[in-house]
């Protein structure tokens, strides 16, 4: 095998050395890797002697600085003088910041320059105009582009596959060119391997070579090959919702992530990561794609699932998964809360430590001052601040009693030091009630949080009266009190939902009503809802529609993840009709093992021969189960054979055997998979919802599986045998 590969490599440097296009393309990439150097080194030299000079004029500035406040005109000189040297240190920041991020660049370009070269004409007999793009985009002294960036205007028609004439937007502007060639490369550093001109994704060398490089423990970003149908979903428009629609192993995640780098390219300066919220479907996923945008010179936004957002929002001890939730009970909400008014039985006391601060009957009383304000969130706020006042006032109250000042006394030294910054020991009455206030801020912030939270209302109660329902369902809870409250975050730009298909129609009202001001991306298949109680599609716009206004769709039809054999099978699960619109584009590899055993015994050596037989393997295997119980089955019947078992708090390895559920699996992928159960009682053949576990199931593994079952196979699969 070694000599055939030394043989190959011989074989392809003879090419290449015969090839005039790469001779040409590989002094390309010395003479821009040269530059990159420099300029990496330069940059680095330039911000280590303008560090130095900064410390150096700062220290100078403040000797001659005067600090004199003695009259105002002395006083007005010393403020002058301050601003000045602010102003110079926030000028040096602003140029530390400049070629820090063309610093960045440079480094990430030094491990590959460039992925792929267009040359367009600009006019009609114009000279052909070389663009070079990457991960970042770069500029020499000269101001002229070595390198631009995957997600500028032009490099658009790269994704575009399109040769001759076409076009891209760059500034509200179509810009008309004419694709001469679209050119990609397999680089590293400042080596060429090869490169291929390809205009149509099917015959994308790049893309296959990707495909078959061996997965590994992270997500990795799919810059290089994003295809056509990734793209114009990855640079769509800004609408208040955009549905997206893929079959197992489109690339839904990536072109995801793709489309966040996109969004911070963009709206470069003025999104904040804080802005950007990632709804993963389950902390294992989560970590598997933590590296993606990081690898893409981007902060990842935040990323949580719908039960830390929810548990963030509920009263202590209520659980967000807890029960049902009937969309029509939350419509009920919003024409409920059109016709509220609040009476005294809806506040309760903010009390503390024994303590009450504030009485309800004095909240009810507040609700009053504000006869023409109708109930709901505008009347919430005002109150909300008179509330702040109230609390305030009475912590001075109490600053100032006796009771009060004993309990100062009986603090520890390191509490009063801690508290006061110096042992208590005021010099006078307006000290030691300053003190005081200060003890008491701290002990009660409790309140201050219960006063932000709102937590003086009695949501349940009111709940109950408008509704006729005790015991609200956690999503109605939210529901009302964003409806009554605001609650919510108004600074949320866009909110992203990876398998979308796995919430309840309740959970994403919930999300729609408190992202209220963010752009939605959802992205998931319907074939690979698990779980009988999730929205389908057609709730999903439904619920868009209500809250959003409108919303878009797309769709993603080509599977890049498995081989064409896999694909096959899960997509055999399909409708006729939807079958036939799939393709795939993996090279045809090892055909699905289906080992149907007789026995209990031939049962159990078949299962312990396919996961020592995995062992063996490279990459990494997975045995997935639906459920937890079944987890517990195998470990049983395995004892020391069972593989490790993956849970919520885990990372995937990077090789191995592995054993999780299938929620857990979800999002993820496996060179080979092990089902070992794939018989009519976990999978039965009038149930669709266990059609779509097996679909989905199937579709983790990327180049081999292997399907058991303890007697006969489901009907499910009867196509395949």
């Given at each position: 095998m070694?000599?055939?590969?030394?043989?190959q490599?011989?074989?392809?440097?003879?090419?290449?050395?015969?090839?005039?296009?790469?001779?040409?393309?590989q002094?390309?990439?010395?003479?821009?890797?040269?530059?990159?150097?420099?300029?990496a080194k330069?940059?680095?030299?330039?911000?280590?002697?303008r560090?130095?000079?900064?410390?150096?004029?700062k220290?100078?500035?403040?000797e001659?600085?005067?600090?004199?406040?003695?009259?105002?005109?002395?006083?007005?000189?010393?403020?002058v003088?301050?601003?000045?040297?602010?102003?110079?240190?926030?000028d040096?920041?602003?140029?530390?910041?400049?070629?820090?991020e063309?610093?960045?660049?440079?480094?990430?370009?030094?491990?590959?320059?460039?992925f792929?070269?267009?040359?367009?004409?600009?006019?009609?007999?114009?000279?052909?105009?070389?663009?070079?793009?990457?991960?970042?985009?770069v500029a020499?002294d000269?101001?002229?582009?070595?390198?631009?960036?995957w997600?500028?205007?032009?490099?658009?028609?790269?994704?575009n596959?399109?040769?001759g004439?076409?076009?891209?937007?760059?500034?509200g502007r179509?810009?008309?060119?004419?694709?001469?060639?679209?050119?990609?490369?397999?680089?590293?550093?400042d080596?060429?391997?090869?490169?291929?001109?390809?205009?149509?994704a099917?015959e994308?060398?790049?893309?296959?070579?990707?495909l078959?490089a061996?997965?590994?423990?992270?997500?990795?970003?799919?810059?290089?090959?994003?295809?056509k149908?990734?793209?114009?979903?990855?640079?769509?428009?800004?609408?208040?919702?955009?549905?997206?629609a893929?079959?197992?192993?489109?690339?839904?995640?990536?072109?995801?992530?793709?489309?966040?780098?996109?969004?911070?390219y963009?709206?470069?300066?003025?999104?904040?990561p804080?802005?950007?919220?990632?709804?993963?479907?389950?902390?294992?996923?989560a970590?598997?794609i933590?590296?993606?945008?990081p690898d893409?010179g981007?902060?990842?936004?935040?990323?949580?699932?719908?039960?830390?957002?929810?548990?963030?929002?509920?009263?202590?001890?209520?659980?967000p998964?807890?029960?049902?939730?009937?969309?029509?009970?939350?419509w009920?909400?919003?024409?409920?809360?059109e016709?509220?008014?609040?009476?005294?039985?809806?506040f309760?006391?903010?009390?503390?430590?024994?303590?009450?601060l504030?009485?309800g009957?004095?909240?009810?009383?507040?609700?009053?001052k504000?006869?023409?304000?109708?109930?709901?969130?505008?009347?919430?706020?005002?109150?909300?601040?008179?509330?702040?006042?109230?609390?305030?006032a009475?912590?001075k109250?109490?600053?100032?009693?006796?009771?009060?000042?004993?309990e100062?006394?009986c603090?520890?030294?390191?509490e009063?030091?801690?508290?006061?910054?110096?042992?208590?020991?005021?010099?006078?009455e307006?000290?030691?009630?300053?003190c005081?206030l200060?003890?008491?801020?701290?002990?009660?912030?409790?309140?201050?949080?219960?006063?932000?939270?709102?937590?003086?209302?009695?949501?349940?109660?009111?709940?109950?009266?408008?509704?006729?329902?005790?015991n609200?369902?956690?999503?109605?809870?939210?529901?009302?009190?964003?409806?009554?409250?605001?609650?919510g975050?108004?600074?949320?730009?866009?909110?992203?939902?990876?398998?979308?298909?796995?919430?309840?129609?309740?959970?994403?009202?919930?999300?729609?009503?408190?992202?209220r001001?963010?752009?939605?991306?959802?992205?998931?298949?319907?074939?690979?809802?698990?779980?009988?109680?999730?929205?389908?599609?057609?709730?999903?716009?439904?619920?868009?529609?209500?809250?959003?206004?409108?919303?878009?769709e797309?769709?993603?039809?080509?599977?890049?993840?498995s081989?064409?054999?896999?694909?096959a099978?899960?997509?055999?699960l399909?409708?006729?009709?939807?079958?036939?619109?799939?393709?795939?584009?993996?090279?045809?590899?090892?055909?699905?093992?289906l080992?149907?055993?007789?026995?209990?015994d031939?049962?159990?050596?078949?299962l312990?021969?396919?996961?020592?037989?995995?062992?063996?393997?490279?990459g990494?295997?997975?045995?997935v189960?639906?459920?937890k119980?079944?987890?517990?089955?195998?470990?049983?019947l395995?004892?020391d054979?069972?593989?490790?078992?993956?849970?919520?708090?885990?990372?995937?390895?990077?090789s191995?055997?592995?054993?999780?559920?299938?929620?857990?699996a979800?999002g993820?992928?496996?060179?080979?998979?092990?089902?070992?159960?794939?018989?009519?009682?976990?999978?039965p053949?009038?149930?669709?919802?266990?059609?779509n576990?097996?679909?989905?199931?199937?579709?983790r593994?990327?180049?081999?599986?292997?399907?058991?079952?303890?007697?006969?196979?489901?009907p499910?699969?009867?196509?395949?045998?």
């Amino acid at each position: 095998m070694a000599d055939n590969t030394q043989a190959q490599t011989n074989e392809t440097a003879a090419e290449a050395a015969n090839d005039p296009v790469f001779q040409q393309e590989q002094a390309h990439l010395l003479d821009t890797y040269a530059k990159l150097k420099a300029m990496a080194k330069t940059l680095a030299e330039k911000m280590e002697r303008r560090r130095w000079q900064a410390a150096q004029d700062k220290d100078d500035m403040q000797e001659e600085v005067k600090h004199n406040f003695a009259s105002d005109g002395e006083a007005q000189e010393t403020y002058v003088d301050y601003a000045v040297l602010n102003n110079l240190i926030r000028d040096y920041n602003l140029e530390q910041d400049a070629d820090s991020e063309r610093l960045a660049a440079a480094a990430k370009l030094l491990e590959q320059p460039y992925f792929a070269k267009i040359s367009l004409e600009m006019r009609p007999g114009a000279p052909a105009k070389d663009i070079y793009i990457g991960l970042a985009g770069v500029a020499d002294d000269n101001y002229r582009r070595m390198v631009v960036d995957w997600r500028s205007p032009v490099a658009e028609v790269y994704y575009n596959q399109e040769n001759g004439a076409t076009s891209y937007v760059a500034n509200g502007r179509t810009i008309n060119v004419n694709l001469l060639t679209r050119r990609q490369f397999d680089l590293e550093r400042d080596q060429l391997h090869a490169y291929f001109d390809s205009d149509v994704a099917i015959e994308d060398s790049l893309l296959l070579q990707s495909l078959s490089a061996q997965r590994s423990e992270h997500m990795k970003a799919i810059t290089a090959t994003i295809q056509k149908e990734q793209n114009l979903i990855i640079r769509h428009k800004d609408v208040p919702a955009l549905l997206v629609a893929g079959i197992a192993g489109s690339g839904k995640t990536s072109v995801l992530l793709q489309r966040i780098a996109y969004l911070f390219y963009r709206n470069r300066g003025d999104l904040d990561p804080r802005q950007v919220f990632l709804i993963s479907p389950n902390p294992v996923f989560a970590k598997y794609i933590e590296n993606v945008l990081p690898d893409l010179g981007e902060r990842n936004p935040e990323t949580i699932t719908y039960r830390e957002f929810a548990a963030r929002l509920l009263p202590a001890g209520r659980n967000p998964k807890a029960e049902a939730c009937p969309l029509e009970l939350l419509w009920r909400i919003d024409d409920a809360v059109e016709h509220l008014t609040f009476e005294p039985n809806d506040f309760r006391d903010i009390t503390f430590y024994g303590t009450r601060l504030v009485a309800g009957a004095a909240i009810m009383q507040l609700m009053q001052k504000y006869p023409n304000v109708p109930a709901g969130p505008h009347l919430v706020t005002l109150v909300r601040e008179e509330l702040f006042r109230r609390l305030d006032a009475r912590l001075k109250q109490m600053a100032a009693t006796e009771a009060v000042q004993d309990e100062l006394l009986c603090l520890s030294l390191d509490e009063q030091v801690r508290l006061f910054n110096a042992p208590f020991d005021p010099q006078t009455e307006q000290e030691a009630r300053d003190c005081a206030l200060t003890y008491l801020q701290e002990r009660f912030s409790g309140a201050v949080l219960a006063i932000e939270r709102d937590e003086w209302l009695r949501l349940d109660r009111i709940g109950m009266r408008l509704l006729g329902v005790e015991n609200l369902p956690a999503s109605a809870w939210l529901y009302l009190n964003m409806a009554v409250t605001g609650m919510g975050n108004p600074d949320a730009r866009y909110v992203m939902i990876d398998e979308v298909q796995d919430y309840t129609p309740d959970q994403l009202a919930v999300m729609a009503r408190f992202f209220r001001r963010a752009h939605f991306m959802l992205l998931g298949d319907p074939h690979q809802a698990i779980r009988p109680e999730t929205a389908s599609y057609e709730q999903i716009r439904a619920v868009f529609r209500r809250l959003r206004g409108s919303i878009e769709e797309c769709q993603l039809l080509t599977s890049y993840r498995s081989t064409p054999e896999i694909t096959a099978l899960f997509a055999g699960l399909l409708p006729e009709n939807e079958r036939m619109s799939i393709s795939a584009v993996q090279r045809a590899d090892t055909p699905p093992a289906l080992i149907a055993c007789p026995t209990q015994d031939d049962y159990e050596r078949e299962l312990r021969a396919a996961i020592v037989s995995a062992r063996e393997n490279d990459g990494l295997t997975a045995v997935v189960v639906p459920w937890k119980h079944e987890l517990k089955k195998l470990a049983r019947l395995l004892g020391d054979d069972m593989p490790r078992i993956i849970d919520e708090g885990q990372r995937l390895p990077a090789s191995g055997v592995l054993a999780l559920t299938l929620p857990l699996a979800k999002g993820l992928e496996f060179d080979h998979v092990i089902v070992p159960d794939a018989g009519p009682g976990l999978f039965p053949a009038d149930d669709h919802v266990a059609q779509n576990r097996l679909y989905t199931t199937i579709s983790r593994a990327t180049r081999t599986i292997t399907l058991l079952a303890n007697g006969s196979f489901t009907p499910l699969l009867d196509f395949a045998n």
